[in-house]
């Protein structure tokens, strides 16, 4: 049975799966894996990004649609070993 996410929901999915991809590989996800993961369209993971930076929930210093420049706002990913 098919069954269609808000796009509230699927915001915050992104969301989830970016701070563990981040979490797990120092980087951010790129939007197709974004898309797989989340089994949504490229158009739709760039969509919620745009609004997710526009909330500052995500911030970025690169231009629009440059992929895995972004991070959590008020985040610091620090390396297994590296001193806080």
Known sequence: MY????????????????????SKHVYPPSYKEIADELSISAKTVKKHMDELVADGILETDAEPGV????RIKNTKVIKKGEKK
């Open 67 to 70: 992929q895995r420049t972004f």
């Open 3 to 22: 069954c269609r996410r808000e796009g509230t929901a699927i915001k915050e999915e992104i969301y989830r799966y970016i701070a563990r991809y981040i």
